[in-house]
């Protein structure tokens, strides 16, 4: 058996026998717009009142952009300047994303990098794509001094459908823990990703 399917298996197991209240409340909506290294992203959650719209641009595997995030009230609103840099290497992909986050609320501003490392997997004879990864959230810098710490880890698990040769959508599976590597929360998600 293929080794993405079995981590893809296992990541879908841990957070299926870990399921409690509040998990899988909310649904993430992913769409993305790509167009000669410019990038419109937006995500828009269903039973949750946050949201994120960004434009990024990507020359040779770098990556710069602004993203704006909203949520329940004008004090969760911030904004984020962001510089990432991703490669593949046949089924493996990785990237680490350098990302400042300017607080509305209050100077807690601070500075995140975040390391992602996943694997993928094109079913023969198939439009279908498996991926699976994982993104832990390193807080860098803080209130004015350095920090070494991980905030939190995403652990997700998907497909991707083509449904075309530009236009790409399929669904996934988040599960989220804490600094110490405690379940936080665990939801699903859609990514619909269109290139012209």
């Known amino acids: 058996m293929n080794k993405s399917i079995v981590l893809a298996a ?10 409690s209240a509040g998990d899988f409340d909310k649904i993430e909506n992913n769409i993305r717009l790509e167009t000669a290294g410019f990038g419109l992203s937006t995500k828009l959650d269903i039973n949750d009142p946050s949201r994120e719209f960004g434009i990024d641009y990507t020359s040779n595997g770098v990556t710069v952009g602004y993203t704006r995030a909203e949520g329940a009230t004008d004090a969760a609103d911030e904004n984020r300047y962001i510089v990432a840099y991703n490669r ?9 994303r350098a ?4 607080l509305a609320a209050n100077g807690d501003d601070h500075l995140r990098i975040i390391p992602t490392v996943g694997v993928k997997h094109d079913v023969p004879n198939t439009k279908v794509a498996l991926f699976a990864d994982v993104s832990p959230k390193f807080l860098a810098y803080k209130n004015g001094v350095g920090v070494e710490e991980i905030s939190e880890t995403d652990w997700i698990i998907g497909a991707k459908y083509a449904v075309t040769d530009s236009v790409s959508a399929g669904p996934f599976l988040q599960y989220v823990t804490d600094k110490d590597w405690n379940k936080a929360d665990t939801f699903i998600g859609t990514a ?3 290139k012209f």
């Not at 593949?88 to 680490?96: I, K, L, N, R, T």
Request: proline share 4%; charged share 10%; aromatic share 16%.
């Open 10 to 19: 296992v990541c879908f197991a841990l957070s299926a026998t870990s399921a």
């Open 99 to 102: 990302e400042w986050r300017d």
């Open 192 to 194: 619909i990703t269109a």
């Open 88 to 96: 593949s290497f046949g089924p493996v992909y990785a990237g680490v």
